[in-house]
């Protein structure tokens, strides 16, 4: 992290004003000089003397978190910043800080809820403490599954044109729906997942060639790898939707419990027409998978098609539940609501899908 | 169906008629029973679809059209059975010849050009009795003649086009122009329509296709807007504002009185899909009305509040309750299908 982001930070910070002893106050002296000096050892114990003698010191904590965290002292930065969201739940940086240093000690789980939370208070962030906050965030969206925000995050990494290993690997384990951070991947499955990061970067850049030549090598190299032949119907979907089956097929044939493209095939029968196989494919996917968004969705999906609503919304329900930004879970609701004759629901879901879509981005 | 056009099937299939060795032949086809509707459908809009060469009325009855925009000229002449769309400009000229002219009333061209299609910058608006720019295409700024000639479209737009202009145009979702035919035949929404003749014709009574009038509101507002566009479509793509008033199923579905499953409210409740829309207000008071008044039965679906009667009037509800909405960018004019009361300098909804 730039130099100096620190300090801007700290500025957007409302901070208790310092009130403590002469003695304390020469603390806070010579740690911001050792800061300033670039003495990390000796600001970091001059923080923490500090905080010790007075504990509701908002800028010590902040400075003592930060310290440790540049310096890679993550343990230390964590119970800093927990010390800081104490004193300051409102302050976006101090969650955020605190889940990058969660991220560092493998506390997982902890590190995405306090980065979700640092972004859901809506304040702005210094735009390098963002970025690296959003990058964090959405490998751990793909570690928890929910890989079509983690995609959505991605993204915008890729389109600038940013070509880290780290970023190709986070890319790569999205785009084959690995339940993994880039760290983690196993060494007989790297090249796997860095061919299909990169293939997946051509297609989010908008390189046609380069992305049809990766899939034809993921596709030669990897034919029998889970998620594969999934990520390859995804993309056929828009250039060539009539072979988008085919490959759906083969994943599950060498994937039977990919959820997902169950779903999707289950989509693909419904539109054309086949309702019977549609429901059988879509049931099974919301049985086996009763915490995935997209199988509830087409579970719900094909059950409004044939008219069977009240079983619809409670799976449609179940997917706004799981994933309440999707916008197609939201409109899906609001159809079957309107099918079966709730009026105060659809008028509800069609006003929230409206307002849903014209807070978030892009078409989706 | 009606019940005479019942009885003469039922007879034709009792009697044997055309599929009998020994009696000729009867060729059957969708006005053998439903007459009025197919004699009726192919006149309208939505039948027609459409005009290819040599039959682009339109073109014929003004020779000669120009515009000017953007330092380009536009002019489309038509002569003998062909039509000519060009553009210049102080460098040149570029030509093209119009087969494909989309609309009735009025009309946007689909020009092909190094095998791809583009939309034509400049429509013709039966409004204006001539050119103008057509709907989406204001802000361009061409940089050369082809760019001032029209949009590039996508595979994707132009195949829905097309699919919507016409019948047999498109098969497994790519376009198989050799077999178009302009407007919307019969199975362009009966989908089983063909096979259910052959079997007719093979003296058997089926299979029926679907039964189209018993779907319900929200079910019905969705068939529509496979061609006028759906809610779901219009809010994923975020195409709020002025511009999706031109946009039916949409405006409607965002009604407070839209109900899914009440038969009252459907797109066909108002509008004979055989027949072209009744341009005057007065005609559609009794659909209002089956909601809105005093001996209006209870609406079907559950919660509903009760429909008001309007404190206003009882006649010509849609000139107040359907407000006139001019398209952006165009000359256009809809009737906002979102029902409901309008008050000055509210902004337009949705």
Request: charged share 20%; hydrophobic share 40%; glycine share 10%.
């Amino acid at each position: 992290m730039p130099r100096g982001v620190g300090a801007r930070l700290l500025a957007c910070l409302s901070l208790v004003a310092w009130t403590g002893s002469a003695q304390a106050q020469d603390l806070e002296s010579r740690a911001a000089a050792a800061r300033d000096a670039d003495d990390i050892p000796g600001a970091l114990s001059l923080y923490r003397q500090a905080v010790q003698e007075k504990p509701g010191w908002l800028e010590g904590w902040w400075f003592l978190g930060l310290l440790a965290y540049q310096s890679g002292q993550f343990a230390d930065g964590r119970q800093a910043f927990t010390e800081f969201t104490k004193l300051d739940a409102k302050a976006p940086a101090g969650w955020v800080f605190l889940g990058l240093c969660e991220y560092e000690t493998g506390d997982y789980s902890g590190a995405l809820d306090h980065l979700e939370r640092g972004f859901a208070s809506g304040s702005r962030m210094e735009p390098e403490v963002e970025q690296v906050a959003r990058f964090h965030r959405a490998l751990l969206l793909t570690r928890a599954g929910a890989f079509d925000r983690a995609r959505d995050e991605l993204k915008p990494f890729v389109e600038r044109g940013i070509h880290d290993p780290v970023l190709i690997a986070g890319i790569g384990l999205n785009a084959l729906e690995m339940l993994a951070l880039p760290q983690d991947v196993p060494a007989g499955q790297r090249d796997l997942v860095e061919m299909a990061g990169k293939t997946a970067c051509a297609w989010i850049a908008g390189d046609t060639r380069q992305t049809e030549a990766g899939f034809r090598s993921l596709l030669g190299a990897y034919p029998s790898a889970p998620g594969v032949h999934y990520l390859y119907a995804t993309y056929l979907l828009v250039s060539r939707p009539e072979a988008m089956n085919g490959e759906l097929q083969r994943e599950l044939e060498v994937n039977p419990g990919n959820a997902r493209a169950r779903a999707v095939m289950a989509l693909r029968l419904r539109l054309a027409g086949d309702a019977d196989d549609a429901v059988l494919l879509a049931r099974k996917a919301a049985e086996d998978s009763p915490g995935l968004g997209l199988a509830q969705y087409a579970y719900g999906v094909v059950l409004t098609e044939t008219g069977a609503l009240s079983d619809a919304i409670v799976h449609l329900q179940a997917a706004v539940r799981i994933d309440p930004d999707n916008l197609g879970y939201h409109t899906a609701l609001a159809t079957a609501y309107s099918e079966a004759g709730r009026y105060a629901d659809t008028y509800r879901e069609r006003q929230a899908s409206i307002k849903l879509a014209r807070e978030s981005r892009g078409p989706g | 169906m009606g019940q005479a056009s019942l009885a003469a099937v039922t007879w034709l299939a009792l009697a044997g008629v055309g599929y009998s060795a020994e009696r000729p032949a009867v060729k059957f086809t969708c006005a053998t029973c439903h007459r009025a509707e197919a004699e009726a459908q192919p006149k309208t809009a939505m039948g027609i679809g459409m005009e290819l060469p040599p039959n682009q009325t339109v073109l014929r009855a003004h020779p000669k059209l120009t515009f000017e925009r953007n330092g380009y000229t536009y002019t489309i002449e038509s002569s003998g059975d062909q039509s000519t769309y060009t553009v210049s400009d102080s460098g040149g000229k570029f030509s093209l010849p119009i087969r494909y002219a989309f609309g009735v009333h009025s009309q946007t061209f689909v020009l092909e050009y190094e095998g791809r299609f583009y939309e034509s910058m400049v429509s013709y608006y039966a409004s204006l009795n001539g050119l103008d720019v057509t709907v989406g295409n204001g802000k361009i700024s061409p940089h050369n003649l082809v760019e001032a000639m029209g949009r590039l479209t996508s595979d994707t737009e132009i195949t829905a086009c097309f699919g919507c202009h016409s019948t047999g145009a498109v098969s497994d979702g790519k376009l198989t122009l050799a077999s178009i035919q302009p407007g919307l035949t019969c199975e362009h929404c009966h989908a089983g329509a063909k096979a259910h003749l052959e079997s007719l014709a093979a003296g058997k009574a089926g299979p029926l296709p679907k039964r189209l009038g018993q779907m319900n509101a929200e079910q019905t507002s969705r068939f529509c807007g496979e061609c006028h566009r759906t809610w779901d479509e219009i809010v994923k793509l975020r195409q709020f504002g002025e511009a999706n008033v031109r946009f039916q199923p949409y405006r409607l579905a965002n009604s407070r009185c839209f109900v899914g499953d009440d038969p009252r409210i459907r797109c066909t409740a108002c509008h004979d899909p055989h027949a072209d829309p009744v341009r005057e207000a007065a005609p559609y008071d009794h659909n209002c009305l089956a909601c809105h008044s005093q001996n209006a039965l209870p609406v079907a679906g559950q919660d509903v509040p009760l429909p008001k009667v309007c404190p206003v009037a009882q006649k010509k509800c849609v000139t107040c309750h359907m407000p006139k909405v001019k398209l952006p960018g165009g000359p256009s004019v809809f009737d906002d299908h979102q029902i409901r009361i309008v008050r000055s300098g509210d902004p337009y909804p949705n």
